[in-house]
Nanobody, 125 residues
Framework: VQLQASGGGSVQAGDSLRLSCAASERTFSTYVMGWFRRAPGKQRELVAA????????YIADSVRGRFTISRDNAKNMVYLQMNSLKPEDTAVYYCAAGYASGSSYYVNDQSYNYWGQGTQVTVSS
């Protein structure tokens, strides 16, 4: 699976961005999808994840209430809507795909098999 993330940019605190991830795989709906981020000097962290159907989602505590994840299996796309952005959201954001073995999502990055190239999000105060 090839993943292409886009939508990053430089914004002010309080602004919104929507990240998109396009997948090349025709069987996209069989993959769990996740969004991760890596800030300078920090470990990669899971931001959000969605089950293959999109009915189950996970949002990290640090972004809950501000970020939402969604997917459109007909278009092979997954999205991360980011509202009320804060400077601490500054990071490179990656989308990832993992073989689904059930109806839920994965929170462990080792469960993801494919990674996109990342898109930079910079939030200034």
């Amino acid at each position: 699976v090839q993943l292409q993330a886009s939508g990053g940019g430089s914004v002010q605190a309080g602004d919104s961005l929507r990240l998109s991830c396009a997948a090349s795989e025709r069987t996209f709906s069989t993959y769990v999808m996740g969004w991760f981020r890596r800030a300078p000097g920090k470990q990669r962290e899971l931001v959000a994840a969605t089950s293959r159907s999109g009915t189950r989602t996970y949002i990290a505590d640090s972004v809950r209430g501000r970020f939402t994840i969604s997917r459109d299996n007909a278009k092979n796309m997954v999205y991360l809507q980011m509202n009320s952005l804060k400077p601490e959201d500054t990071a490179v954001y990656y989308c990832a795909a993992g073989y689904a073995s059930g109806s839920s999502y994965y929170v462990n990055d080792q469960s993801y098999n494919y990674w996109g190239q990342g898109t930079q999000v910079t939030v200034s105060s």
